[in-house]
């Protein structure tokens, strides 16, 4: 039994009749009929009453209708499926995602990949430094990660992204807390609450903090922005957080920009020999990113503490 088998007859109990099975089918009625006949002689069970103004199903032609629609969509399916895998349209991509860039960048891939590649599923881990995230690149763990460089793999390729600047997240009632914008140096004498050793933002705070002279007190380490920043409010420290995070809002903490900020990479990275046709097509949703969000900074956050836990 052959697929055509199913689609011809599939077509003749449908229409009824043989006529116009043929032409639905853009085939000759004679090789139409000799087909039906072989399955049927396959079956051993007559499939269908011929008379001289129409075809009838017989009760195991009834059956015989159901299960090929039936198996014939899945048939369908499947070369629709298979093709827009081989497009690189369809399939699973694993990304991980720094915490920092999660909050302002995933909501606008997601959004993207809803419209442009409706078939895509993402599994997404999120609260993940760069050495982690280069550390599952290369273990295959994921496929796709939005780091913050330097990356220190030759397996792996790099495309930046955008560059954030550095801001101070403050206590509310912190002496600077009204100031438009404020030097590195004011900070000197302040408590840090920092990101821990391996990330991006750690490693420009303390290269920051050094060029300036003054080698932070770490009060705190914290490893994801909403814990950082409660404890912040908490009035443990001052810390500096990448400007896109100055819509995550913590009731008692202030956002200011720093004179001379400092600058932290984020970039896409993927293993070269991992980068699949479903892989280059998400990377390429990144292109149609808007840069990061601009404007005037909130000063003291009305809502409370942010639900989400993210990691830089």
Request: net charge negative; proline share 6%.
């Amino acid at each position: 039994m052959e697929l055509r088998h199913l689609r011809y007859f599939v077509a003749v109990a449908e229409e009824r009749h043989f006529s116009r099975a043929a032409d639905r089918l853009h085939v000759a009625q004679p090789p139409l009929s000799q087909q039906i006949k072989q399955l049927e002689d396959e079956l051993d069970a007559a499939l269908l009453e011929r008379t001289t103004r129409r075809v009838d199903l017989t009760p195991a032609g009834e059956l015989m209708l159901t299960r090929a629609q039936a198996l014939l969509t899945e048939v369908d399916r499947m070369v629709q499926d298979v093709r827009l895998v081989a497009e690189g349209a369809a399939g699973v991509v694993r990304v991980g995602v720094v915490g920092s860039a999660a909050y302002r960048l995933m909501p606008e891939i997601v959004q993207a990949a809803r419209t442009r590649m409706p078939s895509l599923h993402m599994h997404v881990q999120a609260e993940m430094l760069t050495p982690e995230l280069t550390e599952a690149l290369e273990t295959g763990r994921i496929d796709v990660a939005v780091l913050r460089p330097p990356v220190r793999s030759e397996d792996l390729e790099v495309k930046l992204l955008e560059q954030d600047e550095l801001m101070v997240a403050l206590p509310g009632n912190h002496s600077l807390a009204d100031s438009s914008s404020i030097a590195l140096s004011d900070l000197a004498d302040d408590p840090f609450v920092c990101y821990p050793q391996g990330s991006a933002v750690a490693a420009a705070t303390f290269e920051a903090t050094r060029r300036t002279g003054f080698r932070p007190h770490i009060a705190q380490e914290a490893g994801e922005t909403s814990t950082l920043l409660a404890f912040v409010a908490a009035g443990m420290g001052v810390a500096l957080v990448p400007m896109t995070q100055r819509g995550f809002s913590v009731q008692g903490v202030v956002f200011r920009p720093l004179d001379s900020a400092p600058v932290v990479d984020l970039a896409l990275a993927w293993r070269r020999t991992a980068e699949t046709a479903l892989v280059r097509r998400f990377i390429s949703l990144f292109d149609i990113l808007e840069p990061g969000p601009s404007g005037s900074l909130p000063d003291v956050a009305d809502s409370g503490p942010a639900s989400a836990q993210e990691r830089s």
